[in-house]
Each structure stands twice: as structure tokens, then as C-alpha cells.
């Protein structure tokens, strides 16, 4: 079956930065559109980054344009979030997904997640 693993979440200082990655298994990954989407506590799951399945296109929300940067190696089955400038609110539970379609922003668009890894940047 399709699994997702995140890992590189941990704390971090305001200004710092760390890079996420998630593993894909169980898929053809070079045919699926991959994106980052995170949860604070008490708020709803927001998009982050995606970037289409061959990487040529990207998107991102507008709080973390020119800070995070999205890419994807197929060899790896790998897709990571680059992550700069952090600023507290950016804390939060991260999410990597997959979809089948053209993933895009909408969080209903992916079909399978990851469980997750929490960055917490303090101030």
C-alpha cells in the first residue's frame, strides 16, 4: 500500500532552518503530484507547497513564498520542504500528501498522507 514517512521536524530558533523530507513507497512515484500542507494547534490543515509529477511546476502559499522552497528527486521516492527565515508561525504539525490528479492547493485533492512531523520555531 502507499505510505508516506516525513522526518526532519524538530525545534529550531526564529530565523533558522530546517529541511523536511517525506518518503513515498507503495507508488508509482514520478506519476503523482506531491504537497505540504500543516496544522497548528486549533486551526484548520493549511497548504503549504505542491509541486506537479515531474517537478517542473510549483506553487506556494503566500506566507511562506520565497522562504520555502518544494522539490522532488525520483530516484529517492523522495519529496522535501526546504524551509528559511522561520518565523514562530510557522509552527506546526507538517503533512506531506500525494495525489492523483494535479494536487494543487485544495486538501481534499490528495489522496494519501503522511502522519506527520512537528516544527516548532521559537522566538
Known amino acids: 500500500q502507499v505510505q508516506l514517512v516525513e522526518s526532519g521536524g524538530g525545534l529550531v530558533q526564529a530565523g533558522g532552518s530546517l529541511r523536511l523530507s517525506c518518503a513515498a513507497s507503495?507508488?508509482?512515484?514520478?506519476?503523482?503530484?506531491m504537497g505540504w500542507f500543516r496544522q497548528a494547534p486549533g486551526a484548520e490543515r493549511e497548504f503549504v507547497a505542491a509541486?506537479?509529477?515531474?517537478?517542473?511546476?510549483?506553487n506556494y502559499a503566500d506566507s511562506v513564498k520565497g522562504r520555502f522552497t518544494i522539490s522532488r528527486d525520483g530516484a529517492k521516492n523522495t519529496v522535501y520542504l526546504q524551509m528559511s527565515s522561520l518565523k514562530s508561525e510557522d509552527t506546526a504539525v507538517y503533512y506531506c500528501?500525494?495525489?492523483?490528479?494535479?494536487?494543487?492547493?485544495?486538501?481534499?485533492?490528495?489522496?494519501?498522507w503522511g502522519q506527520g512531523t512537528q516544527v516548532t520555531v521559537s522566538s
Open positions: 500528501a500525494t495525489s492523483v490528479g494535479p494536487g494543487g492547493s485544495n486538501w481534499y485533492a490528495y489522496n494519501y
Open positions: 507503495g507508488l508509482t512515484f514520478s506519476r503523482y503530484a
Open positions: 509541486t506537479s509529477w515531474r517537478g517542473e511546476a510549483t
